[in-house]
């Protein structure tokens, strides 16, 4: 394969702007299908932003921390469903990268490659000759329903189950999906359920959950690269921040759009631009994005700075890592709640965005990676002296 030319984050944020009509024009589309649309699919795929975390050696663009959280804002102010999509596929890509070289060669073999899934462990494995059998049923994959892959994970039976989960890459061919994904926020992102039934899982596509902690890369290219050294949970904050600054300016940005013209029913201002309590409220707001979006940013700097000078990451550093996606999703959802309160009453109509937005940063904040509440309590305890109550670091 020829060197991949690497697009800068300007010309990747470009690429995602342009696609920001199309996604607002195929919105109510995304909700009532609970799926994304071919033709959104098409766009991603030819602007090449699902390269961006795919490694450079088959095509992929390798793309820094700070691409991450502008390309997938940028997405956000267009459909909140299909940034979330993109960002699971960003860190996924990028997960499959830590798998032995000859995986990588079957996974990437697809331009274009969306790999999906959790580290959930809800099904069963057994060992057998050259691999696994699993089964069970596996919630949330979100993105799974334009995928080619699946990280899997399951508890072994028998001794192995001493050891721990693992965790397979499986075709989503080889899976079933079930049509569950009947939710208020994030309906776009097909996150169905999935099942598998004695599903064969050769070894080399198998490794223990623990290894994704401490010895995560399997591969012998990718693990000479600072950018696969970083912990698994804090490239999951550079990929998963972006789409809550995004949605809270698309949110802003849809308030001031409906503004001109505009009274305060049942009070005498005639525009609802000249009024106090619109003044506090789109500042607030303002302020708030703008908080959180220099947190995200900063901390994408870090990740790039420590990842240059290769340097480990302690376990405060990997705390930090997570209050600042929960502290993140806790401005935009005050942001977008103060913004969707001073839309008024025909706000509520199904061609306004903000109440879709509203219920997507909502969904986003009580995902259990991202939920504000437990990662704050999280780096109390820290700050306390005490040891985290989590493996998920």
Not at 6 to 14: D, F, H, M, N, S
Not at 233 to 241: E, M, N, P
Not at 279 to 291: D, K, N, P, S
């Amino acid at each position: 394969m020829g060197r991949t030319t690497i697009p800068t984050r300007r010309e990747l944020v470009g690429r995602a702007a342009e696609l920001v009509p199309l996604l607002r024009e195929r919105s109510l589309w995304i909700d009532e299908h609970r799926r994304l649309p071919e033709d959104v699919i098409d766009a991603l795929e030819e602007s090449g932003i699902l390269r961006m975390q795919a490694p450079v050696q088959y095509g992929g663009y390798e793309s820094d921390p700070a691409t991450l959280v502008d390309v997938h804002a940028e997405l956000a102010r267009g459909n909140a469903s299909a940034a979330f999509c993109v960002s699971v596929w960003s860190l996924l890509n990028w997960m499959a990268g830590l798998w032995p070289d000859e995986v990588q060669d079957e996974v990437f073999a697809r331009p274009n490659v969306r790999v999906c899934g959790t580290l959930a462990a809800s099904g069963t494995a057994v060992r057998v000759p050259g691999g696994w059998r699993m089964s069970g049923s596996w919630r949330f994959n979100s993105g799974v329903l334009h995928s080619q892959w699946k990280v899997t994970a399951a508890v072994p039976e028998g001794p192995e189950g001493a050891n721990g989960p693992i965790t397979a890459l499986v075709p989503t061919s080889e899976l079933e999906f079930v049509d569950d994904w009947h939710t208020f926020g994030l309906p776009g992102s097909g996150s169905v359920t999935t099942v598998a039934r004695d599903v064969f899982v050769p070894d080399e596509r198998v490794i223990a959950t623990a290894d994704f902690f401490t010895d995560q890369c399997k591969s012998k290219i990718n693990a000479a690269k600072p950018a696969y050294q970083v912990p698994m949970l804090v490239t999951s904050t550079a990929a998963t921040g972006g789409q809550l600054i995004g949605s809270a300016k698309y949110a802003l940005e849809t308030l001031l759009e409906r503004m001109p013209g505009r009274s305060i029913t049942y009070t005498d201002y005639r525009s609802q631009a000249e009024a106090p309590v619109t003044h506090l409220q789109v500042g607030e707001a303002a302020l708030l994005i703008e908080e959180a979006e220099a947190r995200m940013h900063a901390f994408a700097d870090l990740i790039s700075a420590k990842s240059a000078a290769e340097e480990p990451w302690t376990q405060d550093e990997r705390v930090r890592s997570r209050v600042q996606l929960g502290r993140t999703a806790q401005l935009a959802k005050q942001a977008v709640d103060i913004v969707a309160m001073a839309g008024g009453g025909s706000s509520i109509y199904r061609d306004v965005p903000l109440p879709r937005i509203q219920r997507d940063v909502h969904a986003v904040a009580i995902h259990a990676l991202t939920n504000p509440a437990t990662t704050i309590e999280l780096y109390g305890r820290m700050l306390c002296g005490l040891e985290p109550n989590t493996q998920y670091l």
